[in-house]
């Protein structure tokens, strides 16, 4: 059974940083792209990054990027994102999904809550 | 970036009805568009693929089509399960897009 699980959400201040982190387990997580969506509080879902299979492919959300950090391992099956210089408005749950471009977002984790506020 | 937009934003049928949701894309994207429903507190779910195709375990009331810019998702035979709300996304670029969503209440 796939499973996909984040960690690492919490009250954050504004500028501060979080790491979270996506456990995946029940499928060859090395051959798969991974991705970060979030929802903020009562709003639609905004894809936020991507990464390909090998970690070689990364995208990333203007609103994010140069701020955050996608990152894998492989070894350890195991999806990361680096959030720094959080804003207000980075407030969401955070989901880590499979897919890509031309696949679909087909297996999501519960999520993990991202607070920023001071 | 391509823009997704979704009609109606909200929609209110009963047991039985036929429900349509509509997603437009601002440009292009082939077939590359997927369907998913999310209920309150509860990660999204995949439902259909490359604009019409189904997710194995998806109920056959559900059903998608379209290619290009529009597309539709339908619902037959509405059950009370399938309150929640849909949303489509575009696969074809980065970045990838959702639409805003469309609220369905069961009457």
């Known amino acids: 059974e796939v499973q996909l699980v984040e960690s690492g959400g919490g009250l954050v201040k504004p500028g501060g940083s979080l790491r979270l982190s996506c456990a995946a387990s029940g499928f060859t997580f090395s051959t798969h792209s991974m991705n970060w969506v979030r929802q903020a509080p009562g709003k639609g879902l905004e894809w936020v990054s991507s990464i390909g299979s090998t970690g070689g492919y990364i995208y990333y959300a203007d609103s994010v990027k140069g701020r955050f950090t996608i990152s894998r391992d492989n070894a350890n099956n195991s999806l990361y994102l680096q959030m720094n210089s959080l804003r207000a408005e980075d407030t969401a749950v955070y989901y880590c999904?499979?897919?890509?471009?031309?696949?679909?977002?087909?297996?999501w984790g519960q999520g993990t809550v991202v607070t920023v506020s001071s | 970036d391509i823009q997704m937009t979704q009609s109606p934003s909200s929609v209110s049928a009963s047991v039985g009805d036929r429900v349509t949701i509509t997603c437009r894309a601002s440009?292009?994207?082939?077939?590359?568009l997927a369907w998913y429903q999310q209920k309150p507190g509860q990660a999204p779910k995949f439902l259909i693929y490359?604009?019409?195709n189904l997710q194995s375990g998806v109920p056959s009331r559900f059903s998608g089509s379209g290619s290009g810019t529009d597309f539709t998702l339908t619902i037959t035979s509405l059950q009370p399960e399938d309150f929640g709300t849909y949303y489509c996304?575009?696969?074809?670029?980065?970045?990838?897009?959702f639409g805003q969503g469309t609220r369905l209440e069961i009457k």
């Open positions: 440009q292009y994207i082939s077939s590359w």
């Open positions: 490359a604009a019409s």
């Open positions: 999904a499979r897919g890509w471009l031309q696949l679909p977002f087909d297996y």
């Open positions: 996304q575009q696969a074809n670029s980065f970045p990838i897009t």
